[in-house]
Each structure stands twice: as structure tokens, then as C-alpha cells.
């Protein structure tokens, strides 16, 4: 309740009471100011809280973490009454965006609008709104508010680095890369022709061979003769780690209740990867799909996060974005450690397939995990997320070494590393850090 509000009514109601019992003129006076006073100040927050209209327009519903996104927002009084002020509080959550508004007048018919450009500095999916409008009265007796629910949604995904190369392993089949398949589907790469079988399409029916032998000739189709690349960030919670001042920061934010971390108030020069081997594997994952699809090569994505997210390969800027918003919500709580879960889903790696694996596991199952693979005819590269750079008991020095003594590909990412020259060299004992 309002104070100064009931204070008045109180004055008022005691005003008369005193005039009816003494028939003072000057308590009647009092009572019928106070009264109208009361009655002005609804009317005046009513009107400042109604015929208005707010337009709120994103530039973009898609947009990546170091570059900005933009709203304009628009403020109409739609009727002739002067508005004395109003505030506009945003509830969007997406961290450091700051919407909110306080517009001190507002003429009749008249409107006002603002800009707000934000750097985007954390992927995931966000909500923006809803704005809740508040008003009120010169004297502050009635406070109004009007919630507009009206919400959208932006997508921020995950930080890439350009790569100048990727070197991946020798091929284990005649002419590199090179991977011949029969398929039934209808794809663009025609292997022959051959006699027509009960239940073929005949949309696959070729013509010319049909005038030319007089029977029913249909064409034989296979699939992209690249071999497919399939990216596997390990999700699994239990390999993860962050820094000790990431963590410190997280605690203090619990405990004052700041929402924008220690990395989100850097400027966009100083900007960096929050230091969690969970964002160093996810933007290592987003870099390498996009170093190999920009190449025109069909790349997937399996990965155990919250969910199992299975992105099938294929190749153009669909395929990216479809990976890119995957992982912009894919987060390290998983269960399953990686070796398992290449183990269960083998039926997706067809022989000849490049597996990147990023994972910041330090156990040396994972190389026989990889010598399986290698013996399927599988080619596997190793990206190892050091969790001791992070504040972790283990280092993956070892198993980097080990990896490299038993003949497979392999990169070792630290914190502080740039990604993209690790990326683009890989691992050598004794280990030879590229600092930003």
C-alpha cells in the first residue's frame, strides 16, 4: 500500500469528520480539496499508463558471441495528453543487456526511441522481454504498471576462429579421401547404369539406355564420394573443469546476485573465452565445422549434452547454422564419457569417415578407444582440452604424448592458447605453447 496515499485519505476522511460534527467551513474546504486532489492524481497515472504505444524491433535473431546485436525501441503517445514520465524496465536475460528506459516527457502525439547495442559475449539461446511500463502520478499516489508479455527469442552462437589449415590423417583407402558408397536414395552423383529391379522409382529410369537396348535401364546412384567428417565435443560433466577465478566469481555473483560475469566486462579488445574447458571444447567444435564446410566438405555433429544431439552430415550454410545452434545450447552435463559413446553409436561412421574428437579427458582409455577406430578403418584427430590449465589435478600432457608415440593425430588446447595456431600446427613433445 501506499503511504503517502492512505496519509491523505486519512487527513481527508478526519477533515470530515470534523466538519460534520462542527460545521467548520474551512475542515469542508479541506475535505473537498483533498478529494479532488485524490481523484486528479488516478486520472493523471491512469492516462500516463494508457495510449501508449511501444515498438521494439532486433535487428537480428542470430547473431555470435563478439559481435554486437541491436534494438531500436519506440515510445508513442497516441493521445493529446502530456505524459509526465515513464519507465520502461526490460526483462531480458540476456546478459548485459541493458533495455531499460525512464522517459521524463512525453507530448501529445509525440514519441521517442533509443537504440541498444550489446556484445554479445555468451552463446546460448536468450528471451527478450517482456517490458513491463510503469507511471504515476506528480504526488506519487497511484503507481501504475502494465506488463506487455510480447517476448522473442535471439540465438547467440558460439565464438569461431578462422583456420588457415587443418592437416587431417592419411587416408586409409586409395585416392585419399576419396569414398565410393551405393545408395538408394537419388543424390547427384551417378555410378552407372543397370537393369531395372522391382521396386525402383522411376524417376531413376535413363532414358536414352532404354531407346538404345530396349528394356527398362535405370541409373545407379552413390553417395558423396568425400568421406564425411564428423565432429564429437565431449559433453560429459565429469571432465570439465573451470578456472578458480571463474569459479570465485560464480560464488560471488550467487552471493550478490550480479549477473554479468568477470569476462562480460571486459571490453571487445580484451574480450576473451571464459575460462572453462567446456567453452574452449564448443568453440574448437564450431571452428572446426566451419573451417571443413566453407571447404564444401559434408560435416556432422554427435554430441551427449543435456540430450542427444545428432546433426547427420551435409554440407552448405544450413548445415552450419543447424550446427552452430546446436551447440549454442549444448552444455556439459552429460553422463556418458566419450569412448562410450563412439562405442554405441559406431553404426554412424561408415569406413573412411574423420572423426575430430575435442575432450578434455586425461584418461588413456581414450587411446584405445582410438586404436579400435583406427583398425575399422576409421581415421580419428584428437583435440585434448588440458584441464590442468584450468585449475585441474590431471594434465593431458600424458595421453597427448601417448596419442603421438602410437602414431594419431593429435592437439593440445590450453587455456590462454590461441586456438586458431593450435588448431592449425597440433602437438609435439616436448609441448611448445602459443600464447595470445
Not at 526490460?90 to 516527457?105: E, M, T, W
Not at 569414398?179 to 529410369?205: C, K, M, Q, W
Not at 567453452?279 to 564444401?296: M, N, P, Q
Request: aromatic residues 8%; charged residues 20%.
Amino acid at each position: 500500500m501506499n503511504k503517502r496515499r492512505n496519509t491523505v485519505i486519512v487527513i481527508m476522511f478526519l477533515s470530515l469528520i470534523g466538519a460534520l460534527a462542527t460545521g467548520n467551513e474551512l475542515l469542508f474546504n479541506l475535505t473537498y480539496l483533498l478529494g479532488l486532489l485524490l481523484i486528479f492524481s488516478f486520472l493523471w497515472a491512469w492516462s500516463n499508463i494508457n495510449w501508449v504505444y511501444i515498438a521494439r524491433v532486433t535487428q537480428t535473431r542470430r547473431t555470435q558471441v563478439g559481435r554486437p546485436l541491436e534494438e531500436r525501441f519506440t515510445v508513442r503517445n497516441t493521445s493529446r495528453i502530456p505524459k509526465l514520465w515513464l519507465e520502461l524496465r526490460d526483462f531480458s536475460n540476456l546478459p548485459g543487456h541493458l533495455a531499460s528506459k525512464v522517459v521524463y516527457s512525453l507530448s501529445g502525439l509525440d514519441s521517442f526511441s533509443w537504440r541498444v547495442n550489446t556484445l554479445c559475449r555468451e552463446r546460448g539461446r536468450y528471451q527478450l522481454g517482456p517490458i513491463l511500463l510503469s507511471s504515476s502520478d506528480p504526488f506519487g499516489f497511484f503507481p501504475m504498471e502494465r506488463e506487455l508479455t510480447a517476448t522473442t527469442h535471439v540465438v547467440v552462437y558460439p565464438m569461431t576462429y578462422e583456420l588457415h589449415e587443418f592437416t587431417l590423417p592419411i587416408g586409409v583407402l586409395p585416392g585419399g579421401d576419396a569414398l565410393r558408397r551405393r545408395t538408394h536414395y537419388v543424390t547427384t552423383n551417378a555410378s552407372g547404369v543397370r537393369e531395372y529391379a522391382p521396386g525402383d522409382s522411376f524417376s531413376r529410369i535413363h532414358w536414352r539406355s532404354v531407346a538404345r537396348r530396349g528394356r527398362l535401364i535405370v541409373k545407379d546412384f552413390e553417395l558423396d564420394p568425400l568421406a564425411d567428417i564428423w565432429v564429437l565435443p565431449d559433453m560429459a560433466a565429469m571432465g570439465h573443469v573451470i578456472s578458480a577465478e571463474m569459479h570465485a566469481e560464480i560464488r560471488r555473483q550467487q552471493r550478490e546476485g550480479n549477473s554479468i560475469p568477470i569476462w562480460m566486462r571486459l571490453t571487445k579488445e580484451e574480450f576473451s573465452l571464459p575460462e572453462a574447458t567446456e567453452e574452449y571444447t564448443v568453440a574448437a567444435a564450431a571452428s572446426l565445422a566451419h573451417h571443413f564446410l566453407r571447404r564444401d566438405r559434408a560435416v556432422g555433429m554427435l554430441a551427449y549434452g543435456q540430450s542427444k544431439e545428432l546433426v547427420q552430415p551435409d554440407r552448405g550454410e544450413r548445415q552450419r547454422t543447424r550446427i552452430l545452434e546446436t551447440l549454442a545450447v549444448l552444455r556439459a552435463v552429460g553422463s556418458l564419457p566419450l569412448a562410450d559413446i563412439v562405442h554405441a553409436e559406431s553404426h554412424l561412421f561408415p569406413r573412411g569417415t574423420t572423426i575430430l574428437a575435442i575432450t578434455p579427458t586425461t584418461s588413456s582409455t581414450w587411446v584405445a578407444a582410438v586404436q579400435q577406430l583406427t583398425r575399422r578403418g576409421l581415421r580419428v584427430v584428437t583435440i585434448l582440452v588440458d584441464p590442468e590449465s584450468f585449475g585441474g589435478r590431471q594434465s593431458a600432457k600424458p595421453l597427448a604424448t601417448l596419442l603421438q608415440a602410437n602414431g594419431f593425430s593429435c592437439h593440445l588446447l590450453q587455456q590462454g592458447d590461441d586456438l586458431a595456431a593450435v588448431l592449425s600446427t597440433g602437438y609435439s613433445a616436448p609441448l611448445v605453447h602459443r600464447q595470445i
